[in-house]
């Protein structure tokens, strides 16, 4: 696939801003695309091809029509094609790649073991998730905090189920996090738990497997940020958890960190609470 400066090509990723190829768009861009940039100037996107992957159709960002890529910060891409097989290509390290190999992806390579896939997820701390329409839930890549979800801290080099989850609809992956949608509207999350990450209403450090967050139903949406998270449900309200040192909540509290417990005003959220509008 070739863009021009006469095509659109719309990009969404993870800390990018939308763009085209006639250069729209401002700020950081981590992207696979390579631009020529100077501090006065507007981006210049150059000719760009990736192969050998066709027929695409990875996470469509609705109600576009038109092809979108997930791109991860820590130098990988995922795609997921119409046949539901799953291709990635770029860095390796904690096998997030998903090609059983401890070696990088200059071009796309299929994610072995994977097929009927429906949806995938791609997320900051090189760990990835993919549904098949079985409603089962597949994971790979780092496993530092039990965010594979198959009850060990070992890092999947290839992709393992998920222990426990059915009929899921759709995954969000954040930092050292995970989360699913099942057909019944409930969520359910793994891995690191700190600051109330995963809104189990609980202390402990780690989930490795799927556990249901606390008190949410009806759930048709899900998005987790670094160490909070935000979920849609089926009414139009929003519902937030995890840290919140700068409001990012919505309930309109935050954490204060002092010096010690006692000059601390804490209001990290380890249950759901409503966003305010």
Same mark, same amino acid.
């Given at each position: 696939?070739?863009?021009?400066? *006469?095509?659109?090509f719309?990009?969404f990723? /993870?800390?990018?801003?939308?763009?085209? @190829?006639?250069? =729209?768009?401002?700020?950081?861009?981590?992207?696979?695309?390579?631009?020529?940039w100077?501090k006065?100037?507007p !981006?210049f996107?150059?000719?760009?091809?990736?192969?050998? +992957?066709? #027929?695409? %159709?990875i996470?469509?960002?609705?109600p %576009?029509?038109?092809v979108?890529?997930?791109?991860?910060?820590q130098?990988?891409t995922l795609?997921l094609?119409?046949?539901?097989?799953?291709?990635?290509?770029?860095?390796?390290s904690?096998? *997030?790649?998903? &090609?059983?190999?401890?070696?990088?992806?200059l071009?796309?390579? =299929?994610v072995?073991g !994977?097929e009927?896939v429906?949806a995938? $997820?791609?997320?900051?701390s090189?760990? &990835? !998730?993919?549904?098949?329409?079985?409603?089962?839930?597949?994971?790979?890549?780092n496993?530092?905090y039990?965010?594979l979800?198959?009850?060990?801290?070992t890092?999947?080099? !290839?992709? +393992? *189920?998920?222990?426990?989850?059915t009929?899921v +609809? %759709?995954?969000?992956?954040?930092?050292?996090?995970s989360?699913a949608? =099942? =057909?019944?509207?409930?969520?359910? $999350?793994?891995?690191? &738990?700190?600051?109330?990450?995963l809104?189990?209403?609980?202390?402990?450090?780690?989930?490795?497997?799927? $556990?249901?967050v606390?008190?949410?139903t #009806?759930?048709?949406?899900?998005s987790?940020?670094?160490h909070h998270?935000?979920?849609l449900?089926?009414?139009?309200?929003?519902? @937030?958890?995890?840290?919140?040192?700068?409001? /990012?909540?919505g #309930?309109g509290?935050q954490?204060?960190?002092?010096s %010690?417990p006692?000059? @601390?005003d804490?209001?990290?959220?380890?249950?759901?609470?409503k966003?305010?509008?």
């Open positions: 696939m070739i863009a021009s400066p *006469q095509e659109d719309p990009f990723g /993870q800390g990018s801003r939308k763009i085209d @190829s006639r250069g =729209k768009g401002n700020g950081p861009i981590h992207t696979m695309l390579r631009f020529r100077t006065n100037m !981006l996107p150059l000719p760009f091809q990736i192969r050998p +992957v066709s #027929d695409l %159709s996470i469509r960002i609705s %576009s029509p038109d979108s890529l997930v791109v991860k910060h130098r990988m795609a094609k119409e046949d539901g097989t799953v291709w990635s290509w770029g860095h390796e904690h096998g *997030q790649l998903g &090609n059983g190999t401890a070696n990088h992806n071009l796309p390579a =299929k072995k !994977l009927d429906t995938i $997820a791609a997320g900051f090189l760990h &990835n !998730l993919a549904v098949k329409k079985d409603g089962t839930v597949w994971a790979w890549g496993n530092n039990g965010q979800g198959d009850g060990t801290k890092n999947r080099f !290839l992709p +393992v *189920q998920v222990k426990g989850l009929d +609809v %759709s995954v969000a992956v954040g930092n050292e996090q989360f949608i =099942k =057909k019944d509207g409930t969520v359910w $999350a793994w891995g690191r &738990n700190t600051q109330g990450r809104g189990l209403g609980t202390n402990t450090m780690e989930n490795m497997i799927p $556990a249901k606390a008190g949410l #009806d759930v048709i949406a899900i987790s940020g670094y998270v935000l979920a449900k089926k009414d139009g309200t929003v519902w @937030s958890w995890g840290v919140n040192e700068s409001g /990012q909540i #309930d509290t954490t204060r960190y002092g %010690s006692k000059t @601390s804490y209001h990290d959220k380890k249950v759901p609470v966003v305010e509008f």
